[in-house]
């Protein structure tokens, strides 16, 4: 009898520990996080899409607004940095900006741990949350969604310093700048235990990430550097505004990925992003040509192009936090600051920046920034739930994290810079710059004649 009982008991406790061992993989699989894959397949094409912001967007871009003879250097510069950042963005960078968080309080506002170092611990299930509770993207692709940005992001700080310095140099740069400026820059405003992201900051795509940082260690980068042989007594017009302009059509279009990606998923605050992206862009193009006009001057094909990008870059950080009517306003309203920037500042103040990348990038980017805490709010057509309520509240987060961008950007790229100085030097020499980075640098012309 007790052996049939035991028996018994132990046929009972078998079923119970099956049941409930299929009770805790039905809950597991309740909690876990399900892959879409139509979100998956809208983040892959976002990828691809910054992707050819790069190359070849951004290298058209700025390649057609140098000299003939520097031309090729500039492509190449911009090239050769995006690949860097991202096997950068492998090796450190990813686990620094997005990765587990350090035990301490204090150190995880401003990076993560290194233990996704080399994309350690990530596979082909390995998943990353959108906002949607429940639904996930692979983690790959997350990864490389985000690596994109990194790569853009320094490829736009080149615009400041072309026609001058040397090859060597840029990828130092590159290398020490990706580390100690944007990936902490990265993680504080976009990753959930970021200082800035903690704080309530808004930047839908990357306002302050990208383009404050840029712009600014753009400026710094072209004060320490300096002025370019013959500038500005020197005509330097751009060689080639078809080639700047087929760029600045291929920014426009990956700028969809830049920005309706940013919402991580195929939904309506993807589709948000891609109507500001159209509306607030082409204001500033033609509020550009507009300011041209009242300046007393002619509607011109660079001022189009010039003011395409600085509504992209303004609409950036407001693309899923505003209405299209506050998208419209907003990028007008920063065409016409950076035109009086690019146009009387620069001149007014003397500095270098060849090819506008602080006008554009780093002013727009702070009238982006900072504007978006304005068209946040509901009573202007935004996402916010409050009225006109909370708008200071916001406005006091967003300069708080536009002050800090700007001053962490402006120490680390010094550190960056003097560290490339020491290790490989700066400039090219005066021969070189004579003859063009494109012989001088890389034994080749981009046009032969």
């Known amino acids: 009898m007790i052996r049939k009982f035991l028996c018994g008991a132990g046929a009972i406790g078998a079923s119970m520990f099956v049941a409930t061992a299929a009770w805790a993989q039905d809950a597991a699989a309740a909690a876990a996080p399900t892959v879409d894959k139509g979100d998956t397949a809208w983040m892959m094409t976002s990828s691809l899409l910054v992707l050819m912001m790069i190359v ?18 500039v492509m190449t510069q911009v090239g050769a940095v995006g690949a860097l950042a991202m096997l950068i963005w492998v090796g450190w960078g990813y686990s620094m900006s997005f990765g587990n968080d350090f035990s301490g309080d204090f150190i995880k506002q401003f990076i993560s741990n290194f233990d996704k170092a080399f994309l350690m611990g990530i596979g082909p299930d390995s998943t990353a949350a959108t906002f949607t509770a429940g639904v996930a993207i692979p983690e790959y692709v997350f990864v490389c969604f985000q690596m994109t940005f990194a790569a853009i992001t320094v490829a736009l700080v080149l615009g400041s310093v072309v026609e001058r310095l040397k090859f060597s140099a840029v990828m130092v740069f590159a290398a020490i700048w990706l580390t100690i400026v944007y990936f902490p820059i990265a993680h504080m405003v976009w990753a959930g235990s970021g200082l800035f992201f903690g704080m309530g900051a808004l930047d839908f795509a990357g306002g302050t990430v990208v383009h404050i940082n840029s712009g600014v260690s753009a400026l710094v980068a072209c ?46 605050s993807a589709g948000l992003a891609m109507m500001n992206t159209f509306v607030g862009t082409a204001a500033g193009g033609l ?7 009242i300046a007393g001057h002619k509607a011109s094909a660079l001022g189009f192009c010039s ?13 899923g936090n505003s209405g299209p009517l506050g998208a419209i306003v907003l990028c007008t309203v920063a065409a016409f600051v950076c035109y009086f920037a690019v146009t009387k500042l620069k001149p007014k103040l003397g500095y270098d920046d060849a090819l506008d990348t602080f006008g554009v990038h780093g002013v727009g980017g702070m009238v982006g920034a900072l504007g978006t805490g304005i068209v946040y709010s509901a009573a202007l057509g935004g996402p916010s739930g409050d009225s006109w309520m909370g708008m200071a509240a916001q406005l006091k987060v967003q300069f708080l994290t536009v002050a800090t961008t700007i001053a962490w950007a402006a120490v680390g790229t010094a550190i960056a810079i003097t560290v490339a100085k020491a290790l490989t030097g700066l400039r ?19 046009y032969n004649y």
Not at 56 to 73: C, D, E, H, I
Not at 232 to 251: C, D, N, V, W
Not at 312 to 317: E, G
């Open 56 to 73: 070849p967007g951004l290298a058209l871009f700025y390649g057609g607004l140098v000299r003939t003879k520097n031309m090729l250097s």
């Open 223 to 268: 004060l320490m550097l300096g002025k370019r042989m013959g500038y500005p007594g020197e005509p330097m017009p751009p060689h080639s505004l078809t080639m700047t302009a087929i760029g600045t059509g291929l920014l426009w279009v990956g700028w969809f990925g830049f920005n309706a990606g940013s919402a991580l998923e195929a939904n309506g």
């Open 287 to 293: 509020a550009w040509m507009v300011a041209e006009k």
């Open 307 to 319: 003011g395409i990008v600085v509504g992209l870059v303004a609409v950036t950080p407001a693309a």
């Open 428 to 446: 090219v020499a005066p021969e070189v710059e004579l003859e063009g980075l494109d012989i001088g640098e890389h034994g080749e012309r981009a």
